[in-house]
């Protein structure tokens, strides 16, 4: 007597599948369609090219300075290589909340807003570092995104 094999699903097994594809593509996309979450991230990276190409032209040069400042409409970073500004890139107010403040104990949140027409300038020496012992913190819209580190290096995230 010959027996035979069945192929294929069942109609049960195809269900199951069909609604765990649906929830994980209603979780995935709410986050793939979220443009603020797309806006913070990409200006996270403005910030980090920024701060890394001023720490590329400070190698053996003086006079390097990473500047973070604040009109009445926007925030504008730049690159200062001898005075002469070498990269700006500009946010405006409404698009995000920008933060700066020099770390006084690791772990702690030292952004504090910029006041409208002031500005914040972080020195690199010639071996592309900064002069502060702990670092810079850099906060988009209060979360701490940019660190930089005291041997001048920046990445995302918090100083820890």
Do not use: W
Not at 46 to 61: D, E, H, K, P, Y
Not at 89 to 114: K, M, Q, Y
């Amino acid at each position: 007597m010959l027996k035979l094999q069945q192929q294929g699903y069942t109609i049960v097994e195809l269900v199951t599948v069909v609604i765990i594809l649906g929830i994980l593509a209603a979780t995935a996309g709410s986050r793939f369609f979220d443009m603020e979450l797309f806006g913070k991230s990409a200006s996270a990276d403005v910030i980090l090219s920024t701060i890394r190409n001023t720490q590329q032209q400070a190698f053996g040069r003086d006079s390097v300075v990473f500047r973070i400042a604040s009109d009445t409409s926007t925030y504008s970073l730049s690159s200062l290589v001898g005075g002469v500004e070498q990269v700006k890139r500009s946010f405006n107010h409404s698009d995000v909340t920008l933060e700066v403040g020099a770390i006084a104990t690791i772990g702690s949140n030292p952004c504090s807003a910029l006041a409208a027409d002031t500005s914040v300038d972080i020195p690199f020496d010639s071996q592309a570092e900064i002069s502060h012992a702990k670092g810079y913190q850099i906060c988009l819209n209060t979360v701490a995104s940019v660190c930089i580190s005291p041997a001048g290096f920046a990445h995302a995230g918090a100083c820890e």
